[in-house]
């Protein structure tokens, strides 16, 4: 039985995605070579690893075996990493954070960046993810920081506190519901909207939907908060960004803004880690860093 760190990294990626082509894009891999390591790592073991059904991919007791040990190596070799890195010189480390749009968007760039400077040999692997995914992400050791909604199951993980995250509507200011301080997202639904290309957080606003039994009626959708509001300032329909953006950018836009009143829409926003203990010495620095600005 011979399993390379690669094939340690892929079955992880599998069992946290519970999909085979969602795994294999998360190592860089094919999904034909994915699936042939799998296949591989079956026979070459001589047993059933993953089991294969309609919703997705989860693993057999054999696979729970190895996914546990294959998390104890890579936690090894992430210690491993740290510690020779503070006796190299010159040695560069990478530090992998996953975290939900708002984050990455709104709250992450100030101070992030001011940390970087401070440490230019530090590298940043940084994706955008919801909140569950990032959850999965960290306990699986995907990840090495996340930020994440207090809207998932955090449980085994250590967090603290690190911004709120209000969604709001923006709209031209002489739309019928301009002068609304709150909304209900059920009032939208029937309105033209302008939203993101992708990521998480379209993603989020696209399920609540879902849950309410219908689609929003998306006329275009744009890269970033600044296009959308750019597009809704001329009339082309409503938007649903973070507050922070809707300040930023109203005000010369000319936008009107309306908090939504649903729960979903007020996020509390965690950093977490799955052991301080187990950080590589840059990624705790930072992790304090980022829990304390």
């Known amino acids: 039985m011979r399993f390379d760190l690669t094939d340690l990294r892929l079955f992880l990626a599998v069992v946290d995605a519970g999909s085979i082509t969602h795994g294999a894009a998360e190592v860089g891999l094919s999904l034909p070579a994915a699936s042939e390591r799998l296949r591989d790592m079956e026979a070459g073991g001589g047993m059933q690893l993953l089991e294969r059904g309609r919703r997705g991919i989860r693993p057999t007791p054999a696979g729970e075996a190895l996914a546990h040990h294959a998390r104890l190596?890579?936690?090894?070799?992430?210690?491993?990493?740290?510690?020779?890195?503070?006796?190299?010189?010159?040695?560069?480390?990478?530090?992998?954070?996953?975290?939900?749009?708002?984050?990455?968007?709104?709250?992450?760039?100030?101070?992030?960046?001011?940390?970087?400077?401070?440490?230019?040999?530090?590298?940043?692997?940084?994706?955008?993810?919801q909140s569950i995914e990032i959850a999965?992400?960290?306990?699986?050791?995907?990840?090495?920081?996340?930020?994440?909604?207090?809207?998932?199951?955090?449980?085994?993980?250590?967090?603290?506190?690190?911004?709120?995250?209000?969604?709001?509507?923006?709209?031209?200011?002489?739309?019928?519901?301009?002068?609304?301080?709150?909304?209900?997202?059920?009032?939208?639904?029937?309105?033209?909207?302008?939203?993101?290309?992708?990521?998480?957080?379209?993603?989020?606003?696209?399920?609540?939907a879902a849950r309410l039994g219908t689609r929003l009626k998306m006329r275009v959708r744009m890269r970033g908060f600044d296009s959308i509001c750019e597009m809704t300032a001329r009339g082309v329909g409503l938007g649903i960004i973070p507050e922070t953006a809707a300040r930023r950018y109203g005000r010369t836009l000319k936008l009107a803004t309306s908090r939504l009143s649903d729960n979903w829409a007020t996020r509390r926003l965690s950093i977490c880690v799955r052991s301080l203990d187990e950080l590589p010495p840059p990624a705790r620095n930072l992790f304090e860093h980022l829990a304390g600005a």
């Open 73 to 129: 190596i890579h936690r090894q070799l992430a210690q491993m990493r740290g510690e020779l890195g503070e006796h190299a010189s010159g040695l560069r480390a990478t530090i992998r954070i996953a975290a939900n749009t708002a984050s990455i968007a709104e709250f992450l760039p100030p101070r992030l960046g001011d940390w970087m400077a401070e440490h230019p040999r530090i590298d940043i692997e940084l994706k955008e993810r």
């Open 136 to 208: 999965r992400a960290i306990s699986a050791d995907l990840a090495d920081i996340g930020i994440l909604s207090d809207a998932v199951d955090t449980s085994g993980l250590v967090l603290k506190p690190f911004a709120i995250d209000r969604l709001v509507v923006i709209m031209p200011r002489d739309h019928a519901l301009a002068a609304a301080k709150q909304i209900a997202f059920a009032e939208v639904l029937d309105e033209p909207f302008v939203g993101l290309t992708g990521g998480a957080l379209q993603e989020h606003i696209d399920a609540q």
